[in-house]
Nanobody
Framework: QVQLVESGGGLVQAGGSLRLSCAASGRTFRMYTMGWFRQGLGKEREFVAAIEWSGSRTFYADSVKGRFTIARDNAKNTVTVYLQMNSLEPEDTATYHC????????????????WGQGTQVTVSS
């Protein structure tokens, strides 16, 4: 059974940091591009960051470059993907979803096959 389970969300003040985690199992996620997307209230889902299967290349939305860092740990049965978020801004408030794609460097939500339920991040001003 495929599972992507996010954790680490919460309430933080502007300027603070959070680290999100995503545990992906049930597929060969070691060979997948893993990404983070977010969706704010009343907004469309948007790409945040992605990391290709080996971890050697990462991709970021312009809005988070220099503030967020994506990383992954390709363990045998479960791949864990991290999103370190620093210098958080109220505009970062959203539900953050982890996703897996068989496409290298995928940055469009339509390229992703598997999705987690999401974790809420709220940044207060």
């Amino acid at each position: 059974q495929v599972q992507l389970v996010e954790s680490g969300g919460g309430l933080v003040q502007a300027g603070g940091s959070l680290r999100l985690s995503c545990a992906a199992s049930g597929r060969t996620f070691r060979m997948y591009t893993m990404g983070w997307f977010r969706q704010g209230l009343g907004k469309e889902r948007e790409f945040v960051a992605a990391i290709e299967w080996s971890g050697s290349r990462t991709f970021y939305a312009d809005s988070v470059k220099g503030r967020f860092t994506i990383a992954r740990d390709n363990a045998k049965n479960t791949v864990t993907v991290y999103l370190q978020m620093n210098s958080l801004e109220p505009e970062d408030t959203a539900t953050y979803h982890c996703a897996g794609s068989p496409m290298y460097g995928a940055s469009k939500s339509g390229d992703y096959t598997y999705w987690g339920q999401g974790t809420q991040v709220t940044v207060s001003s």
